[in-house]
């Protein structure tokens, strides 16, 4: 018999070693962290020890995670309640910036908006090129990585040239966009391709409304 035939025999036997419990204190095997050889019932032992380390570690993560979304949570409800209370776009505008920069730890934020039925003066409705606006419109989700579309950068201003992950989230009115929140960062990491946009989809929704109840 070879170890593939023995194997093959215990899986067909499964109650072989239980009417030969003496196997487990009389065969040795190797320590699975090195050294002398240990019995089969110590080996299962540390194999016990092993998952419920894994266990444990996945638990952890889970917790730490669900706290994460806590704190999240608490930060959107918060940055709701500003856009509620807000009186006028100013009042809007004022709430996005501060709450992103602030509560969110945002450094850079920038706002455009086209199409507004209510004519507005300042640089968040200065003219966007039509490349722009068809990039805004065809985002199903919030982008987050690179900044490669140069032009939304450059509405960072003079830390454009140091900008390293953005986020831009389309801002719509039913399934049409009319502009663009946009969140920079210097990090490389703060915003990456495939990280969870869900908030971020929420807060696109949040101002889009806000902004659309005082400009229409």
């Known amino acids: 018999m070879n170890a593939d ?3 093959r025999y215990l899986r067909q036997n499964p109650d072989f070693l239980a009417e030969h419990g003496e196997l487990f204190t009389e065969l040795t095997v190797p320590h699975p962290h090195g050294g002398q050889a240990i019995s089969l019932a110590e080996r299962q032992l540390h194999a016990l020890r092993d ?19 806590d704190e999240i949570g608490e930060k959107v409800h918060r ?16 709430a996005v910036f501060h709450n992103m920069q ?10 455009r908006i086209w199409n507004s039925v209510i004519a507005h003066e300042g640089e968040d409705f200065t003219p966007v090129s039509e490349a ?21 950068v450059s509405w ?7 900008v390293r992950s953005v986020a ?29 946009t869900l908030y971020l989809g929420r807060i696109g929704e949040l101002v889009s409304t806000a902004v659309l109840r005082q400009l229409g």
Do not use: T, W
């Not at 998952?51 to 993560?61: S, T």
């Not at 940055?79 to 004022?94: C, K, M, N, P, Q």
């Open 156 to 162: 960072f201003g003079e830390v454009a040239p140091h």
């Open 51 to 69: 998952k419920i380390r894994q266990l444990e570690g996945k638990l952890a993560e889970l917790i730490r995670f669900g706290e994460e979304n």
């Open 79 to 94: 940055f709701s309640l500003a856009l509620i209370e807000a009186a006028d776009f100013e009042a809007v505008r004022h």
């Open 102 to 111: 602030e509560d969110f730890a945002v450094p850079h934020v920038a706002l």
């Open 5 to 7: 035939d023995v194997a």
């Open 168 to 196: 831009l989230v389309p801002l719509r009115r039913n399934a049409q966009v009319f502009g663009l929140l946009a969140l920079g960062s210097e990090e490389v990491e703060r915003f990456y391709p495939g990280m969870g």
């Open 132 to 152: 722009a606006r068809f990039f805004a419109g065809d985002l199903h989700q919030p982008y987050c990585g690179a900044p490669g579309n140069i032009e939304v």
